[in-house]
């Protein structure tokens, strides 16, 4: 069986989880050996990537990489298409939320804690966000919402990330039509909403554990 190093609150681990649902393949969690950015997790896996896939011995880090590596090993049940410019396209949109947007949502964390709450700076990733989302709008406008893509793993991890903060810290980010249809596209499908059942009692979680009593 397929073996993930996860831990419970990670985007990355989620989005892996979408692609394993949508491909009904079965598998097992371990939290990684001997704990996140450890000595010995890192001679596992030198980059000590949060999921890394251990599938018989043959060990893989990024999420991306391992949905490959799974479209390609398990064809069943595809992510991709034929066509290689429709390939292609679905890459550059998953690039577009590993490397573009779901870093501007990293910019959100560290402000949850009511000890490192600045406004400057939720009011800079609130603007950077609205850009991303924008360019998203405009992309998204491309594609029809039919069956799940391998570029649907992770926006709706960070869609949810992104409301839950937001709604605590205030702020004005802007959710364009484009992006909203696609969200509640998103949602209605197995995997996602399979996957939203499991992880967000962790989304949860983290949030009270930053926020505590101010909640
Ligand atoms: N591009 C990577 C990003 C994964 C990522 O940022 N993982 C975090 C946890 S969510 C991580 O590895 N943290 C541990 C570390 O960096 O040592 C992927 O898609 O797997």
Redesign the pocket.
């Known amino acids: 069986m397929l073996t993930i190093y996860a831990?419970p609150h990670?985007?990355?681990?989620a989005?892996?989880r979408i692609a394993l649902r949508h491909k009904q393949l079965e598998w097992k969690e371990e939290l990684p050996p001997g704990g996140?950015?450890s000595d010995h997790f890192r001679s596992i896996i030198p980059?000590?990537?949060?999921?890394t896939l251990n599938d018989g011995g043959f060990i893989l880090?990024?999420?991306?990489?391992?949905i490959e590596y799974l479209e390609e090993a398990h064809p069943d049940n595809s992510l991709m298409p034929e066509n290689p410019r429709h390939r292609a396209k679905y890459r550059e949109m998953s690039r577009f939320h590993?490397t573009r947007l779901e870093p501007v949502l990293r910019q959100f964390f560290p402000l949850v804690d009511p000890a490192n709450r600045d406004q400057s700076q939720i009011g800079a990733a609130t603007i950077a966000m609205n850009a991303r989302l924008a360019q998203l709008d405009a992309m998204l406008s491309g594609f029809d919402h039919v069956t799940l893509r391998l570029f649907d793993c992770g926006y709706p991890i960070t869609f949810i990330w992104l409301r839950a903060i937001t709604d605590r810290l205030g702020g004005a980010v802007q959710w364009p039509e484009n992006v909203v249809a696609y969200d509640r596209w998103l949602r209605s499908t197995h995997a996602v909403s399979e996957e939203i059942a499991h992880y967000m009692p962790h989304v949860e979680d983290w949030l009270a554990s930053k926020l505590g009593a101010s909640q």
């Open positions: 831990i990670s985007l990355y681990c989005k892996l996140v950015g980059s000590g990537n949060i999921p880090g990024d999420s991306e990489a391992i590993d």
